[in-house]
């Protein structure tokens, strides 16, 4: 069977943002195995977009660019950067000797647009190639099992990088207030965010969900009555699953990352100039000042403007209570 290989090195919400221009590819090369250079944690999450046949691990610091990326067998028929824009990333496509290269840094390319969506962004550049995709191309199917705590109003302090995270004293604020409204709350936490998961959950005895893998993420976000979250991968799964949220912007705008315009979805977002995208650093080291102008109040009247999603299955057993300590590979 022909390769097609697509680099997208980087994380969760990287790979989901990808979804429509990998489907893209699915349908206009159905006889190829579509092969996708990632980080194999991304494995589970990759299949469950429906277009990919197969990861080969890929992975670099940071956002970098890998070095390297491991193949066998026959040259690829297609190579497709949705990596970047710059030389680094179709390099480590070339050195593979594909028969047909696709991306923003080739000579007579497509030109690459800082203001636009990256959901639009990888569409525009198949479609330059002939290729169409679909930027609204983005629903996962529903997960086959059951959530472990049907609808939960679930928080997810965590981020890459702090200027992302919004303050854990006002997400461990809000938890108390939904709580005390009756409301079930779960705190989510990635690898290496347990603590924060405490800081928030535990002023008001909220649940944790740590560490889950893919599978259960997806079952937990699929049946939770919204998420908080910032911008970060969590955020690109509730849109993918359909769940109801609230996503919360600092130094990036949502015209960028953000879920597409929806009732489901609510974006807090407070800059000094709307027309600036990238007011500040997505990578810094402190909380973006722009963050900081979400308070707990209005996070709380974005939350009680969203639909009541379907009701969700019965719980499962085991994976999410108070305290959770689990571990996997989840968030990116």
């Known amino acids: 069977m022909p390769r097609l290989v697509v680099l997208r090195a980087l994380g969760l919400g990287d790979l989901l943002t990808a979804v429509p221009a990998l489907r ?3 349908r206009a090369f159905p006889g190829h195995r579509l092969v996708l250079a990632a980080p194999a944690w991304l494995a589970e999450a990759a299949a469950a977009t429906g277009a990919v046949d197969r990861l080969v691990p890929a992975t ?37 000797r594909p028969g047909r290269l696709y991306g923003y840094a080739l000579p007579r390319g497509p030109a690459w647009r800082a203001g636009e969506h990256e959901r639009d962004r990888w569409c525009r550049l198949l479609a330059w190639h002939g290729v169409p995709a679909d930027p609204a191309d983005l629903r ?18 965590g981020a890459d990088a702090a200027a992302r ?5 006002r997400f461990a604020a809000l938890g108390r207030a939904l709580r005390a409204d009756g409301h079930r709350v779960v705190v989510t936490a990635g ?4 603590a924060l998961a405490r800081e928030v959950a535990e002023p008001g005895g909220l649940e944790r969900a740590e560490g889950l893998p893919f599978s259960r993420l997806a ?29 919360l912007f600092g130094p990036v705008s949502p015209q960028l990352w953000g879920p597409p315009r929806s009732p489901r979805h609510r974006v807090l977002w407070h800059p000094d100039d709307p027309r600036d995208q990238r007011p500040g650093d ?25 639909p009541t999603p379907a009701p969700a299955a019965p719980a499962a ?15 990116g």
């Open 317 to 331: 057993t085991g994976d999410v209570r108070r305290g959770n300590g689990r571990q996997g590979r989840a968030h």
């Open 60 to 96: 670099a610091p940071g956002r970098a660019v890998p070095g390297h990326i491991p193949w066998a067998g026959p040259r690829p028929e297609h190579a497709v950067d949705l990596h970047g824009n710059g030389p680094e990333s179709l390099r480590a496509l070339r050195a593979l």
């Open 24 to 26: 893209g590819l699915r």
């Open 140 to 157: 996962l199917p529903a997960p086959d099992q059951p959530s472990p705590a049907p609808g939960a109003v679930l928080l997810h302090p």
């Open 165 to 169: 995270r919004w303050p854990a004293e």
């Open 219 to 247: 079952a937990l976000v699929a049946g939770a009555r919204a998420v908080v979250v910032g911008d970060t991968g969590l955020a690109h799964l509730a849109t993918a699953l359909g769940t109801p949220s609230v996503v």
């Open 191 to 194: 690898p290496g965010e347990g």
């Open 282 to 306: 997505p990578h810094g080291p402190v909380t973006d000042p722009r963050l900081l102008r979400i308070g707990v109040a209005e996070v709380r009247a974005a939350l009680d403007s969203l």
